[in-house]
C-alpha cells in the first residue's frame, strides 16, 4: 500500500535510513550465496538451511523496499531553520511533570523516534498533545499508563 504523502523527518533520521538500507544491500548478496550453499546440499523439501535462508531473503527483501519507500518520500526538516513560539515538527520541549521534574523530548519522525534517548514521533499521543502548544501551557495526555499532565517550560529549535 504504497502512497505520495511525505514523511516528515530529520537529517540524522535520513542518514539512520540509508545506513540501514547500505547494511541490508551489503547483506543480499550473502543471503543469496547461503541458498545456492543450501542448495548444493540436495533435497530442499527437509533442508533447514535452504528455508531459513529463503526466509531471511524475504524479510531482507520487505524491509529494502520499506526503507526505499520512506527514504523516497522524505521531507527533511533542519530544527535550526525553524523558530516561533509554538511546537512544531523538530522542537525540543522541555516539560516539567506532575512532580516539578523536568522531561526533555525531541518531536521526530516515526522511523527516527526513541522514547529511551528523548525522541518522541509526531505521531505519538504526547506529541499531539504538545503540538501547537506555547510555554507554560499545560499539557493532558492520556498513555497506556493512565492520565499524565505537564506544563511546558521551554521550547528549542537545536
Do not use: C, W
Not at 500500500?1 to 551489503?26: C, Q, S, V
Not at 527533511?76 to 512532580?99: C, Q, R, Y
Not at 516539578?100 to 509526531?122: C, L, N, T
Request: glycine residues 6%; proline residues 4%.
Amino acid at each position: 500500500m504504497a502512497t505520495d504523502e511525505k514523511m516528515p523527518m530529520l537529517a540524522e533520521g535520513y542518514d539512520m535510513l540509508n545506513a540501514d538500507l547500505a547494511r541490508l544491500k551489503i547483506e543480499r548478496p550473502q543471503i543469496i550465496d547461503a541458498i545456492e550453499e543450501a542448495r548444493a546440499h540436495g533435497d530442499l523439501s527437509e533442508n533447514a538451511e535452504y528455508h531459513a535462508a529463503k526466509e531471511r531473503q524475504g524479510q531482507v527483501e520487505a524491509m529494502i523496499a520499506d526503507i526505499e519507500d520512506k527514504l523516497s518520500r522524505a521531507l527533511i526538516i533542519d530544527p535550526k531553520t525553524l523558530s516561533g513560539d509554538k511546537v512544531v515538527f523538530g522542537a525540543t520541549v522541555h516539560l516539567l511533570d506532575e512532580d516539578d521534574k523536568p522531561v526533555k523530548y525531541q518531536i521526530v519522525g516515526q522511523a527516527e523516534a526513541d522514547a529511551k534517548s528523548g525522541k518522541i514521533s509526531f505521531s505519538s499521543p504526547l506529541a499531539r498533545a504538545l503540538i501547537g502548544r506555547k510555554v507554560d501551557d499545560d499539557v493532558e495526555v492520556t498513555v497506556p499508563s493512565g492520565d499524565r499532565y505537564y506544563v511546558v517550560s521551554r521550547i528549542e529549535f537545536i
